[in-house]
């Protein structure tokens, strides 16, 4: 059985934005190892091709040579402010959360675990008894690969018009489609995809994933963390790094393991705006009592079990647990960004790119608590 090439694994909280100007994306076109380590798949051809359309774009307008005859048209009274404003979507939280293993090809159907369990029980040691044999058995759990597509169409009216503005239209149009993959890869990452008989699942519906406990309510009467004193709070945090201690048979040590705290938002601002009538804040005693704990606010947890507001505690992975990364998630990622090949036409050209992902495997159900109605 031949393992997949793996590219490159980022850790939970490792990731980080990369920029790659004309001159990267060239120079990494003749060194496909380059790209591969970052899950992207150009050829050197479709770079080639996307430089020479993208080389050039026209002057700026200037200001009139004849004399000043008539009122100043107001273009010429326009003070233009640098660059363009995006308007932008939420952040996409799934690689901070979990990591990201770029491994495989975007070919692949399957990802496949092997997960293997010990059995063996010994016995009271006697003369002429038989000798216990121990054994071993393996399961394999799969995860089904999905691509997403999406693609550009430029004009060459269309350009020539935007440079006008000084819009860079198939550039703003690449970007648009690498964001779209994201976004999806994204999503797949926190709900999965449902296609049937297919296996790909995310961080909020992992078929591993231990259910949800109910947080107890406060003296308010509501369980949620905006409405909860200091002490609710931190006792409600308390009882979940107690519960993943337990639930683990004391594998994890929330006090000195490396955790992650995903939490929605509104309960997020509560560690921060709660505080003693000292000022001490529950995020202040959150980072003195357990500083290996990342808390993160995740959009996704809003409303995420039946509308109601989650947070999840786990174990970045559990030492000596495996032949593994020994990681409690893994998202594998064939292709974060591929290119399916350009087509020139008499009036423009169309471009066309792909990326692959297999959701969200959950590894060690034991390293994780999941809490409903903060």
């Keep these: 059985m031949k393992l997949s090439t793996l590219h490159a694994h980022y850790a939970p909280g490792s990731m980080q ?25 150009l050829d050197e051809i479709g770079v080639l091709k996307m430089i020479k359309q993208n080389a050039g774009m026209d002057a700026a307008l200037t200001e009139p040579l004849t004399s000043q005859s008539v009122v100043t048209p107001i273009q010429f009274l326009q003070n233009w402010l640098p660059g ?41 040691y006697g003369d002429f008894t038989d000798i216990p044999y121990t054994s071993w058995n393996q399961q394999y759990e799969r995860r089904t690969v999905v691509r997403f597509e999406e693609g550009i169409r430029v004009t060459h009216l269309e350009e020539a018009r935007a440079s006008r503005v000084q819009v860079n239209s198939a550039e703003e149009k690449r970007y648009a489609a690498m964001e779209s993959l994201e976004i999806e890869r994204n999503r797949v990452g926190f709900n999965g995809f449902n296609s049937g008989s297919g296996r ?45 201690r337990n639930q683990s048979n004391g594998r994890v040590r929330p006090e000195m393991d490396k955790c992650m705290l995903p939490i929605s938002l509104a309960a997020y601002d509560a560690l921060i705006a709660t505080t003693t009538n000292f000022g001490y804040s529950v995020m202040k005693w959150l980072k003195e009592t357990y500083p290996n704990w990342t808390p993160i606010p995740v959009p996704e947890l809003v409303e995420a079990n039946g509308g109601i507001d989650v947070i999840y505690l786990y174990a970045v992975g559990v030492a000596a647990s495996g032949t593994d990364d020994n ?48």
């Design 17 to 41: 934005a990369i920029a790659l100007d004309a001159a990267d994306v060239l120079k990494a076109a003749t060194n496909p190892g380059m790209l591969a380590e970052l899950g992207l798949g």
């Design 84 to 124: 363009a404003v995006h308007i932008v979507t939420a952040p996409r939280m799934i690689d901070e959360l979990v990591g990201i293993t770029i491994q495989g090809s975007w070919e692949d159907e399957e990802i496949v675990q092997r997960v293997l369990e010990h059995t063996s029980e010994a016995q009271v």
């Design 200 to 244: 790909t699942y995310g961080l909020l519906n992992d078929v591993d994933l231990p259910n949800y406990v109910t947080l107890p309510n406060g003296a308010s009467g509501s369980s949620t963390f905006s409405s909860k004193t200091y002490l609710e709070i931190t006792s409600d945090l308390t009882a979940m790094a107690t519960a993943l």
């Design 327 to 374: 990681a409690t998630f893994v998202q594998v990622v064939p292709t974060k960004f591929q290119t399916l090949g350009t087509d020139q036409r008499v009036k423009g050209y169309e471009e066309g790119y792909t990326n692959a992902t297999a959701g969200i495997m959950t590894k060690r159900p034991y390293a994780i608590v999941r809490y409903s109605g903060v």
